[in-house]
């Protein structure tokens, strides 16, 4: 037998999970029940896909995944980006020891982005000593291995990595939805935009090679009609691969899959979308009308604090180039308020580049100080003064938004229903492709399928509609 210190990662994990297998096998004869699992998820679509990870190797160790976080296994995947996730985590974890003092059995694994900042660590073995094991963002791939470390150690099992240039391929996933999933097609981040803690927890930008990425669309679309390429920054993708490739290259590759329908990806860095990028958008059959590009300030001098390297007039000219070539393509973005330094008649700029864009609908966030990034030192804008310029951008974005979406109304456009609405049983909900949200009577059969629905009625940000 190969020894296992000789083996290519892929394989050594495997190796891993057998082992780990026979741990929760033995575990199960214990309780005389199959042990359970939870994986909650904080933060963005990266994580998400992290998370959908985890459960393909707890499910192929043995595990039943529940729902419920009183369970025998639970692992919260965090996010660092603003400070609430840090503290909804915080929060949780007390609920978390109550169910663990009544069951003995019980095992609490953290992993995820908050992981990667040292003084997280140093917080929770000092107080949250119940804590079984800590992994990072960049050896997630090892889960399995750690598994095995859980169950042959006593204590608490902690490893971080600073960074990694390793891409793990063909470890097992399961996806929560069938019929769509994520694609990572690169980690990490370069741009260190001063507010931004992603760059320190995710490490450096590196793609995958295309090949990987094809193949592994190919082996989803078996069943599965719309995808999502993942990255930090889309459109620096491939830069730095061997044979250097564009994201409107890979596009079009992705584009030639058969039996694929949609394709959507995430996030656009304003300073990189390219023309190509814009041609080969407009000429797809396959890429959603939908761009997520975030604008975060609409003031040159906060851009240019942001360290984000586009100015006011650059975003809008791009925004423009991008209506003039897809007139139906919907644009989404986010907006930070509060950043150091951020007076009224910047925020007044924002305003100003939300009604001239028209977004159909933008995610607005309270600036939030995050240690070791650059903005951290700057002088910081009172709280009382963010709290109203918050209100006024939330309103026009609101204002904004309706008036876009609401530009359908009446008309028959292809929607993918993705589950039964979660307020009432007799609606399902589905996704235009511009993103928009459908709601309409229907049941479970449709969950899935792409249909044609009659959108009668705009409500902000989604509409009320009917199959034709
Ligand atoms: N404070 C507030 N919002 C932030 N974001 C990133 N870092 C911060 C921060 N420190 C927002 C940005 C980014 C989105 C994912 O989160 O708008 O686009
Ligand atoms: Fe995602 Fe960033 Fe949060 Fe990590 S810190 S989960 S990359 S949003």
Redesign the pocket.
């Known amino acids: 037998m190969t020894n296992v210190t000789q083996m290519n990662e892929t394989d050594r994990q495997y190796y891993f999970m057998e082992k780990a297998s026979g741990h929760v096998a033995k575990l199960g004869e214990e309780l005389g029940r199959r042990p359970t699992c939870c994986v909650t998820t904080f933060g963005?679509q990266m994580n998400a896909r992290d998370s959908e990870k985890l459960v393909g190797i707890l499910e192929k160790v043995g595990y039943e995944i529940i729902e419920d976080e009183n369970a025998d296994f639970v692992i919260y995947n965090t996010c660092t980006?603003?400070?609430n996730a840090n503290q909804r985590v915080y929060g949780r974890l007390g609920v978390l020891n109550g169910y663990k003092r009544k069951n003995p059995h019980m095992k609490i694994a953290l992993c995820g982005c908050m992981m990667q900042e040292p003084t997280v660590i140093e917080k929770i073995k000092n107080s949250y000593r119940f804590v079984d094991l800590i992994f990072g963002t960049h050896n997630i791939f090892k889960f399995a291995e750690l598994l095995c470390s859980l169950f042959e150690n006593e204590g608490m099992v902690i490893d971080i990595w600073k960074d990694t240039d390793k891409i793990v391929e063909d470890l097992p996933v399961e996806r929560k939805y069938s019929f769509k999933s994520g694609i990572n097609i690169m980690f990490g981040c370069n741009n260190f935009?001063s507010?931004?803690?992603?760059p320190y927890v995710r490490g450096r930008e590196r793609s995958r090679n295309p090949k990987d990425i094809i193949r592994e669309i190919e082996g989803l679309v078996a069943d599965g009609v719309e995808i999502m390429l993942l990255g930090q920054n889309v459109n620096s993708y491939g830069k730095n691969l061997e044979e250097p490739i564009t994201f409107a290259q890979l596009l079009q590759e992705v584009e030639r899959i058969e039996g694929l329908e949609r394709i959507r990806f995430m996030?656009s860095h304003p300073k990189d979308l390219s023309d190509e990028l814009i041609e080969v958008m407009k000429h797809s059959k396959k890429i959603c009308r939908h761009l997520h590009l975030?604008l975060?300030s609409g003031s040159t001098k906060i851009l240019t604090a942001m360290n984000r390297r586009y100015t006011k007039e650059q975003y809008l000219e791009l925004a423009e180039k991008i209506r003039k070539e897809i007139p139906d393509m919907a644009i989404t973005t986010?907006?930070?308020v509060?950043?150091p330094g951020e007076t009224k008649e910047d925020v007044d700029e924002t305003i100003d580049v939300i009604r001239r864009v028209k977004y159909d609908n933008a995610?607005t966030?309270?600036?939030?100080?995050?240690t070791g990034?650059p903005?951290a030192a700057m002088e910081q804008v009172p709280e009382e003064l963010v709290k109203e310029q918050f209100d006024r951008v939330l309103k026009t974005v609101q204002e904004t938004a309706r008036e876009q979406v609401s530009r359908y109304q009446g008309q028959i456009c292809d929607v993918l229903v993705e589950e039964i609405n979660e307020n009432d049983s007799s609606l399902v909900t589905g996704r235009m492709s511009n993103n928009t949200l459908v709601h309409f009577p229907g049941d479970a059969s449709l969950v899935g399928k792409l249909v044609n629905v009659s959108l009668d009625e705009c409500h902000g940000f989604y509409y009320m509609g009917h199959m034709v």
Not at 195 to 198: A, G, M, Q, S
Not at 365 to 370: A, G, L, N, Q
């Open positions: 963005c980006v603003r400070d935009c507010y931004c803690i992603v996030t975030p975060q986010d907006i930070i509060g950043f995610f966030f309270i600036y939030s100080k995050r990034t903005a």
